[in-house]
Every structure is written in structure tokens, then in C-alpha cells.
């Protein structure tokens, strides 16, 4: 197994590293633009974002929570052929008929069922569970212990807070924030913020 770049030394590096030896990688480094983080997880901060490109022979993954970021670092190492990986915690369930795109990550605990496809860049995180036949547009985030019943769309670059839920065959536009705890049980078809039960659109 090649060795892996992370990029991004935050939490969320942490976590993608820690999922990564727990699929056999045995060399990791990181990537990261503040130069006063010199380790993360224990293993080394090797340089900056800018110089991805000089790893082109490894394996990478982007640990960058906002998925416009996220996006933009991903598709341009896309372009200039760098190989882009999918980490997956063994302790995840997922069905042999479910379709990740390049550069998402499934954490511990998380369930994903048959005939969902799930974009790049996504994060599906701990404990959450996305039924079968859903689809998941890139860099979408799936927050931690939300569920999204069967048939849900969601939107590229769109946030699935902690712990909400999202009704069966609704349909929720992308660059959405749907708040921690929130319920959606009609369609969102207005980027924005929705939060509360039944969720609706709050002004910024």
C-alpha cells in the first residue's frame, strides 16, 4: 500500500489518519498551511498545501471540514493526476451495491444501504445512517448521528447537521446547512440555513 497524504492536520485529520491505519497504511504524512503544527495523531506535518503536488506518487485524502475548500484542493489535484482515496472504518456497514465517489470518508458506526451513491469529497460521519436508494451530491457532509431516511437527495456542498433527520424521498437543494437536531419532512429547494422541527429557513 502506497503511502498516504493528508491534508490537513485538524480534527478532522485526525480521525481520516486514525481510519487509515485501520485499513493498513502503514506511512502517513500530513499537509497543512500553519506552520506551527508540526505532528497531528503522531505522525509528522511534512509541509504545506501548495506542495501536494511533489507526493504525486502516493495516495491522498483531503481532511478539510468546509467542502468548498474541500472541493477546490480535491479537483485540482484531480487535474493534475493525483490519486485521491476513499477512507472506510471497518466498523462501518455498507452495502456491496452502494456507489462512493472518490475522496469521501466513512467514519465509525456509520450505515449506508443499498442503491445509494454518494458523490466525492463527501464526509458520512460516526453513527449516522443513510437508507437505501439515496443520493448525495459531492463535498455534502453528513454530520454526526444524522439520518437520512430512504430515497433522500441531497444537494453537492450541503451540511446534514448533528443528529437531524431527514424524512423519506424528501429532497434538500445543494449549499444547504440543515442545523444540529433539525427535522425536514418537505422538500428544500432554496439554498440557506434550516433549522427546528419541522425545519424552516432562518435569516442570517
Not at 504545506?48 to 489535484?77: P, S, T
Request: hydrophobic residues 40%; contains cysteine.
Amino acid at each position: 500500500m502506497k503511502e498516504l497524504v493528508i491534508i490537513g492536520a485538524s480534527g478532522h485529520g485526525k480521525v481520516a489518519a486514525d481510519i487509515a491505519a485501520k485499513m493498513g497504511y502503514k506511512r502517513i504524512v500530513f499537509l497543512d498551511d500553519d506552520r506551527e503544527r508540526k505532528e497531528c495523531l503522531n505522525y509528522p506535518v511534512v509541509g504545506e498545501v501548495k506542495e501536494a503536488e511533489e507526493y504525486k506518487g502516493c495516495d491522498y485524502f483531503i481532511a478539510v471540514g468546509d467542502g468548498r475548500i474541500r472541493k477546490g484542493i480535491q479537483e485540482k489535484l484531480l487535474r493534475v493526476g493525483c490519486h485521491m482515496v476513499s477512507l472506510i472504518h471497518p466498523k462501518a456497514v455498507i452495502s456491496q451495491y452502494v456507489e462512493l465517489g472518490a475522496g469521501t470518508i466513512v467514519s465509525a458506526g456509520a450505515v449506508i444501504n443499498c442503491g445509494t451513491k454518494i458523490g466525492e469529497g463527501c464526509i458520512v460521519n460516526t453513527a449516522s445512517s443513510i437508507d437505501h436508494d439515496c443520493r448525495i451530491g459531492g463535498y455534502s457532509h453528513v454530520a454526526v448521528g444524522a439520518h437520512l431516511a430512504g430515497e433522500v437527495k441531497i444537494g453537492s456542498g450541503s451540511w446534514i447537521g448533528a443528529g437531524a433527520i431527514v424524512n423519506n424521498q424528501v429532497s434538500i437543494c445543494g449549499d444547504c446547512m440543515v442545523g444540529a437536531g433539525a427535522v425536514v419532512i418537505h422538500n428544500i429547494e432554496i439554498p440557506g440555513t434550516y433549522i427546528g422541527v419541522p425545519a424552516r429557513w432562518k435569516q442570517i
